[in-house]
């Protein structure tokens, strides 16, 4: 799903998705989904262990593909 309406799409779907960034860099796989009350974060378990999180809006997402299990962000892997 390019253009994400992210509050159609239920958390269980998002659990265990690959996460990479729009260069094909993997950001880790999705944990849960945390929500404070603005927007949902995703919280993503690096292959370090150590834990991101990313807001679940537009800025950030480029595709939802539940089907394959994969989100594509605007991320670095670096950011923490």
Not at 34 to 54: F, P, Y
């Amino acid at each position: 799903v390019t253009g994400v309406q992210t509050c159609a799409l239920p958390i269980f779907d998002l659990i265990g998705c690959d996460v990479v960034n729009k260069e094909g860099q993997s950001i880790g796989r999705v944990k849960g989904m945390i929500d404070n009350g603005v927007h949902d974060i995703l919280n993503v378990k690096r292959a370090d262990g150590k834990e991101v999180l990313i807001p679940f809006v537009e800025d950030y997402l480029a595709e939802v593909n539940v089907e394959t299990k994969k989100i594509i962000v605007d991320w670095d892997p670096s950011w923490d």
